[in-house]
Structures are given as C-alpha cells and as structure tokens.
C-alpha cells in the first residue's frame, strides 16, 4: 500500500497494491475522484470527465 497527496485538499490518498495504471481513487477527505497516472512514482490526477459523460449519456437517452 502506498499513498498519494491529494491534489484538491493535500489529503492523503490510500493507493492500494493491486492498483493499475489507470485506475481511479476517491479522495475520502473532499470526495474528489482521482485518476493514477503512473505507479512509479505514484503520480495521480483529478478526473475531469464526469460532468461529460453524464451530458453524453442524457443526450443519448433523449435520442432514443
Ligand atoms: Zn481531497
């Protein structure tokens, strides 16, 4: 288990050691969700896509 400093609120962020390349965390201090960019060195990012897909997927369900 390693952590990582939350880029948000500074918090730490438990990475746990089955972890991938890619795989999201959430930031148990400000609810924030983080994306892990590189495993060594642990290096982590906010994940910016939510508000997107959320547009994408009530477009595709007025479409219908
Ligand atoms: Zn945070």
């Not at 746990?16 to 795989?23: N, R």
Request: aromatic share 4%.
């Amino acid at each position: 288990m390693q952590t990582a400093k939350c880029p948000v609120c500074n918090s730490d962020i438990i990475i746990e050691e089955d972890a991938f390349e890619g795989d999201l965390a959430e930031c148990a201090n400000c609810g924030a969700e983080l994306e892990i960019i590189f495993l060594h060195p642990l290096q982590i990012a906010i994940v910016e896509s939510d508000l997107d897909e959320e547009l994408a997927g009530r477009t595709e369900e007025e479409e219908v």
